[in-house]
């Protein structure tokens, strides 16, 4: 449970759009390539010829249960996540990356 301070500064964080966790810092470190509602495409350059880096994105993004499938391209750095948009939006987290995402994607 969260203090009413620790919201008041997790909210101003929000508000200057400072990564706040993992998955904030992530998103914000890959280049958000396309947006539709249950199917985003991210880029990384990190991800091209690394195998492992690109399991870990794979299995720290499906350990989210809100997120049905992850496909990770190692040859283009592409990461493709697909979910069903009412699921992933129950999470807090998650719906502030989804918000994110679709005021960043280059093509909506």
């Known amino acids: 449970m969260r203090t009413c301070w620790e919201e008041k500064i997790l909210t ?8 706040t966790n993992k998955l ?11 947006y539709l509602p249950g199917r985003v495409r991210l880029y990384s350059d990190n991800i091209i010829g690394n195998a492992s880096l690109a399991l870990e994105v794979r299995n720290q993004l499906m350990a989210f249960a809100e997120i049905s499938q992850v496909e990770v391209n190692t040859t283009s750095g592409s990461i493709l996540i697909l979910y069903e ?3 992933l939006r129950r999470n807090a987290d ?14 909506k």
């Open 12 to 19: 101003l964080l929000g508000k200057m759009q400072i990564p």
């Open 85 to 87: 948009p009412e699921n």
């Open 94 to 107: 998650l719906r502030k990356v989804e918000e994110y995402i679709m005021t960043h994607a280059r093509r």
């Open 24 to 34: 904030d810092l992530f998103i914000r470190s890959v280049d958000i390539s396309s």
